[in-house]
């Protein structure tokens, strides 16, 4: 049996559920690994840090949605 060699730290069940994410939207799995990361950066960070700033064009939320409010 081939040992599997990953440049990111997952399960087999993780890498299933990154396959089947991917393939649902239509992306590589690189590509939706990026798409969820910046999903969760602007979700924690809605106005951007220091260092990243939402493009001149992006609607800003001031504060994030309390998942567990509303």
């Given at each position: 049996?081939?040992?599997?060699?990953?440049?990111?730290?997952?399960?087999?069940?993780?890498v299933?559920?990154?396959?089947?994410?991917?393939?649902?939207?239509?992306?590589?799995?690189?590509?939706?690994?990026?798409?969820?990361i910046?999903?969760?950066?602007?979700?924690?960070?809605?106005?951007?840090?220091?260092?990243?700033?939402?493009?001149?064009?992006?609607w800003?939320?001031?504060?994030?949605?309390?998942?567990?409010?509303?």
């Open positions: 049996m081939r040992k599997k060699v990953r440049t990111y730290s997952a399960n087999d069940l993780e299933q559920m990154l396959n089947t994410l991917a393939k649902y939207h239509g992306f590589s799995k690189s590509a939706m690994i990026t798409s969820l910046k999903k969760e950066f602007w979700r924690v960070f809605p106005s951007g840090t220091e260092a990243i700033q939402p493009d001149a064009s992006a800003v939320r001031e504060k994030p949605v309390d998942s567990n409010h509303g």
